[in-house]
């Protein structure tokens, strides 16, 4: 029987399995005062950020043309997900806080 790997709310070496745009939105809302308060690579592969804005704001044209956001508006889950579209694999997730129900696309192109 295998072991259960430890849970860890927050590992490195999901942050460092992002691509290098969804790093650059990690990196930026950082850098704007959001962090990140959980990863995963089981259910799905994702960041998760502690508040849904600040997000992109020193993002570049040519990251933000490869970026999708899917909103997902399930309380359950998360409010929505940026996806790059060049490693669609990993996904930066926006939690619900107060308020943050009607968060729009962010200017990306919608998730298909």
């Known amino acids: 029987m295998a072991e259960e790997e430890e849970y860890v709310r927050i590992r490195q070496a999901d942050i460092d399995a992002l691509c290098p745009e969804l790093r650059a939105v ?3 809302a950082v850098a704007a005062g959001n962090e990140v308060v959980e990863t995963w690579h089981n259910f799905g592969k ?8 600040p997000v992109l704001l020193t993002i570049p044209p040519d990251i933000r043309n490869v970026l999708t956001y899917r909103a997902l508006n399930d309380p359950h889950y998360w409010l929505g997900e940026i996806y ?5 694999e990993w ?3 926006l939690p619900f806080t107060a308020g943050s129900i009607d968060l729009p696309s962010l200017g990306l192109r919608r998730f298909r």
């Open 26 to 28: 990690v990196d930026d």
């Open 46 to 53: 994702a960041v998760m950020l502690n508040e849904p804005r």
């Open 84 to 88: 790059c579209s060049l490693h669609p």
């Open 91 to 93: 996904f930066v997730a």
